[in-house]
């Protein structure tokens, strides 16, 4: 009786863990989209490219596990077409590195123009950096395989890629905050406190969601690689490797979620748009709630008006 007890609430946590595979790309989706459509309409400036790049690229992430997730652990309620599945798998593989990748050009950008004063030939427009930061693993990893190292490519893809991407990240951030700290007390404009302050947060943002992959992206690809190595069985069957690889990919799945958090909250001109579009809809529903209750007062004073005329004749 109590290895079944034991049993069904190990199936219970677990069962939790699969939807959370679900639910956790599903919120790093919507995240991302609020993040993109923000950046699109309410933002100016060169970085809204950058951080709207990383965004598209979170929100493919997002929908493509969870597309995957679905096909695997519940096609007993929703049958996939295959060609959905394939796209899905692509989006997923695709997209790991390059979330790490995507941090890059918001970094260098902001890393030339304040500490080395200097700006990227006008050729290179940010949507152009974007494109070519997004296509710089896919075309390592075709230069890898068409040198033969075809073990070593997933890997490179995989780890050692993002690795590198995100050392540059920080390496240009800590740069970032020592010249903002030294020159913040120099500048007199109020202009150019405005922009020092603006990297700084920008920097303080990519920061963040640098170290989140290294903690919630590299140790369970590590810990996925290492049950892999070992030959079990991960792939299904409730086994104690196929639980623990699980738990590791779930991880990695909040990864979007995450940045779409510290871009809508640690960036100000984000964070400051999201309030005045929350402070404007909750004007709108109470101006329109006002507008409801007078209405229906001047409806009732509609109806009284017959009943005291009945009175009058009476």
């Known amino acids: 009786m109590a290895n079944n007890s034991t049993s069904s609430s190990i ?9 959370g595979q679900v639910i956790a790309p599903a919120l790093g989706v919507l995240i991302n989209l609020l993040v993109l459509i923000i950046g699109t309409f309410r933002v100016k400036g060169s ?19 969870m597309l995957v997730t679905i096909d695997h652990h519940f096609r007993w309620l929703i049958v996939l077409p295959q060609s959905v599945a394939v796209v899905a798998t692509f989006f997923c593989f695709v997209s790991i590195p390059l979330m790490s990748v995507a941090l890059v ?39 890898v395989n068409l040198l033969g190292f075809n073990q070593l490519a997933d ?9 590198l991407a995100l050392l540059i990240v920080l390496a240009c951030n800590v740069a970032i905050f020592v010249f903002v700290s030294r020159h913040m007390a120099l500048v007199a404009s109020l202009e150019n406190r405005k922009r020092l302050m603006e ?32 030959g079990k069985d991960t792939n299904g069957g409730h086994s104690f490797y196929w639980e623990l690889a699980n738990i590791f990919w779930l991880i990695i799945l909040f990864n979007p979620f995450v940045d779409g958090l510290v871009t809508l909250f640690i960036v100000r001109t984000y964070r400051e748009t999201l ?19 007078a209405s229906g007062g001047q409806v009732t004073q509609a109806e009284l008006k017959p009943l005291k005329s009945l009175a009058e004749v009476e």
């Open 155 to 163: 890997k490179l893809y995989l780890m050692v890629i993002p690795v």
């Open 199 to 230: 990297t700084k947060q920008l920097a303080r943002a990519t920061c963040i969601q640098a170290v989140s992959p290294l903690l919630m992206q590299l140790p369970p690809l590590l810990g996925i690689y290492s049950l892999l190595a070992t």
């Open 11 to 19: 199936d219970t946590i677990f069962s939790v863990i699969i939807y």
């Open 105 to 143: 050009p918001i970094s260098l950008d902001r890393y030339l123009k304040m500490c080395r004063q200097t700006r990227l030939p006008r050729f290179l427009i940010p949507p152009v950096v974007c494109v070519i930061f997004d296509l710089l693993p896919a075309v390592v990893m075709a230069v």
């Open 275 to 293: 309030s005045k579009c929350g402070r404007e809809q909750i004007r709108s529903s109470d101006e329109r709630s006002t507008r409801l209750a």
């Open 47 to 65: 970085y809204k490219h950058y951080l709207s790049n990383l965004a598209v690229i979170d929100g493919l992430f997002g929908l493509g596990t």
